[in-house]
């Protein structure tokens, strides 16, 4: 249990420290940020495992063992399983920056063409947007008006989320 617990708190420590780097520091490598800050909750947690948790006198003691390799499953679950993957989902998911870009907007619509237009600072993919924009309407996501795209109450919500998560991620203004 001890194992579970020091993962679980030193993955919250890493991902903690992240967030706070991102908001106190403009980042330009936020991959290597994580993955030293990961990388030192690590070497935390197995250093701390061991200090409350000294290796036992028989070297094979099958409890020892289980509970730190349990523990080193947990602590990569929370920090990257988790955290990482929220970061990705917030920062770079296409039909989530849709959705975004459609919550943004006042009154939470626009034409498919600003649509395209905001979506990655204006670069735009024309093929991705037309997929996702069907995926998104058969999702219940979004539906299409004429030549406006509108979020539902489904897609506004989970728009609000996105926009939570990239504030709390620092990911710009996408």
């Given at each position: 249990?001890?194992?579970?617990?020091?993962?679980?708190?030193?993955?919250?420590?890493?991902?903690?420290?992240?967030?706070?780097?991102?908001?106190?520091?403009?980042?330009?490598?936020?991959?290597?940020?994580?993955?030293?800050?990961?990388?030192?909750?690590?070497?935390?947690?197995?250093?701390h495992y061991l200090l409350i948790h000294p290796c036992p006198t028989q070297a094979l003691?099958?409890?020892w063992g289980l509970e730190f390799v349990n523990g080193l499953y947990f602590y990569l679950?929370?920090?990257?399983?988790?955290?990482?993957?929220?970061?990705?989902?917030?920062?770079?998911?296409?039909?989530?920056?849709?959705?975004?870009?459609?919550?943004?907007?006042?009154?939470?619509?626009?034409?498919?063409?600003?649509?395209?237009?905001?979506?990655?600072?204006?670069?735009?993919?024309?093929?991705?947007?037309?997929?996702?924009?069907?995926?998104?309407?058969?999702?219940?996501?979004?539906?299409?008006?004429?030549?406006?795209?509108?979020?539902?109450?489904?897609?506004?919500?989970?728009?609000?989320?996105?926009?939570?998560?990239?504030?709390?991620?620092?990911?710009?203004t996408r």
């Open positions: 249990m001890t194992g579970f617990v020091l993962s679980i708190g030193w993955a919250l420590a890493a991902a903690i420290a992240t967030l706070v780097m991102l908001h106190l520091r403009r980042v330009t490598r936020r991959v290597r940020l994580m993955g030293w800050l990961g990388l030192l909750g690590l070497v935390g947690f197995v250093a003691r099958v409890g679950f929370g920090f990257i399983g988790v955290f990482l993957q929220i970061y990705g989902l917030a920062d770079r998911g296409f039909s989530l920056a849709m959705l975004t870009d459609l919550n943004r907007a006042h009154p939470r619509a626009m034409t498919r063409e600003a649509l395209k237009q905001t979506y990655a600072d204006g670069k735009g993919l024309t093929y991705v947007s037309h997929k996702r924009m069907h995926q998104l309407t058969h999702g219940g996501f979004i539906r299409t008006e004429g030549n406006t795209v509108r979020a539902t109450r489904l897609g506004a919500a989970i728009g609000r989320v996105c926009v939570a998560l990239r504030r709390l991620y620092v990911t710009g």
